[in-house]
């Protein structure tokens, strides 16, 4: 059991280390650069959720609008 966490630690770790890595050789401003992109995607997430939500989630609202078929031409 302690391998298989062991594993799957390393595995869920692995970009957490890359990205250290490249960070360790950027600058200050390409540093503020990357956390300003970050916030602005994590901003734009936020927003899309707020988006579906109030308009009631994720639907077809196009199909809600066309009327059913008469039985006959089913």
């Given at each position: 059991?302690?391998?298989?966490?062991?594993?799957?630690?390393?595995?869920w770790?692995?970009?957490a280390?890359?990205?250290?890595?490249?960070?360790?050789?950027?600058?200050?401003?390409?540093?503020?650069?990357?956390?300003?992109?970050?916030?602005?995607?994590?901003?734009?997430?936020?927003?899309?959720?707020?988006?579906?939500?109030?308009?009631?989630?994720?639907?077809d609202?196009?199909?809600?609008?066309?009327?059913?078929?008469?039985?006959?031409?089913?």
């Amino acid at each position: 059991m302690a391998g298989l966490l062991h594993r799957i630690r390393a595995w869920w770790n692995k970009d957490a280390s890359e990205h250290a890595v490249e960070e360790a050789g950027m600058t200050q401003h390409e540093r503020d650069l990357a956390q300003e992109d970050y916030e602005a995607r994590k901003d734009d997430v936020a927003a899309g959720a707020r988006e579906d939500y109030l308009a009631g989630g994720p639907r077809d609202y196009e199909s809600d609008s066309e009327r059913p078929r008469p039985e006959d031409e089913r």
